[in-house]
């Protein structure tokens, strides 16, 4: 079945990069995306990578796709208080399935 | 960018009553529209997919007629939740598609007394 599962803590110090892990399970999947869920808003997309890729930089965000192992990550480098928000990764199929978030909490 | 809204922001209401959320791009013409609703601890899910001038399109396990969608414009979907119960409280997020990029709304947080 479809399951995308990330794990759903993560916090770091003002100026180090964060990690957000995702692991999914539909090997069929087009693209895969990251998005961002500050309080009260919706998501935000913040970037996406295409399942024939296995890196994509853009600023300070790096997507790495592991296909074989169905892992994907986003790196934040020099992560920045205003970063602290829920981390959604999510697969598209014919559907975009999302993970469980990740609450990133950044500390001074 | 395109830009989405959803009203209301926040609704609380009795049980047994119903509650229409309604879901607008701004500033582009979206054919589709989603549903999603977020669970506490688990993340979002699908509800359903919203098509201008057709039927509502559910996901299993949805309850089409307890979670009434109507798409009558290029711009507006609406989300009825008939009857509702304590169970349906719950964030309700939409998303319009736009080139087949989805940008979301705001949500709308439904609290069931």
């Known amino acids: 079945g479809e399951d995308v599962e990330q794990s759903l803590f993560l916090s770091v110090r003002e100026g180090d990069s964060s990690v957000i892990n995702c692991t999914y399970t539909?090997?069929?999947?087009?693209?895969l995306y990251w998005y961002k869920q500050e309080p009260g808003a919706g998501l935000q997309l913040l970037t996406y990578?295409?399942?024939?890729?296995d890196m994509k930089q853009d600023q300070r965000l790096t997507v790495l796709l592991n296909k074989k192992d169905k892992h994907l990550s986003l790196r934040i480098a020099d992560t920045q208080t205003g970063d602290s928000a829920i981390y959604f990764c999510?697969?598209?199929?014919?559907?975009?399935?999302f993970g469980t978030g990740t609450r990133l909490q950044v500390f001074p | 960018g395109a830009v989405v809204s959803q009203h209301p922001s926040r609704v609380i209401c009795k049980s047994g009553t119903s509650v229409k959320i309604e879901c607008r791009s701004l500033?582009?013409?979206?054919?589709?529209m989603f549903w999603y609703r977020q669970f506490p601890k688990k993340s979002l899910m699908l509800m359903a997919t919203?098509?201008?001038?057709?039927?509502?399109?559910?996901e299993q396990g949805v309850e089409k007629d307890k979670f009434l969608i109507n798409h009558a414009s290029l711009t507006l979907s609406t989300l009825t939740v008939t009857s509702a119960h304590p169970e349906d409280s719950s964030f309700y997020i939409c998303?319009?598609?736009?080139?087949?990029?989805?940008?979301f709304g705001p949500g709308t947080r439904l609290t069931v007394l």
């Open positions: 998303s319009a598609d736009s080139y087949n990029e989805q940008f």
């Open positions: 539909d090997s069929s999947s087009t693209y």
């Open positions: 990578i295409f399942s024939n890729m």
């Open positions: 999510a697969e598209d199929t014919d559907k975009l399935i």
């Open positions: 500033d582009f013409q979206a054919t589709t």
């Open positions: 919203s098509n201008e001038g057709s039927k509502a399109t559910y």
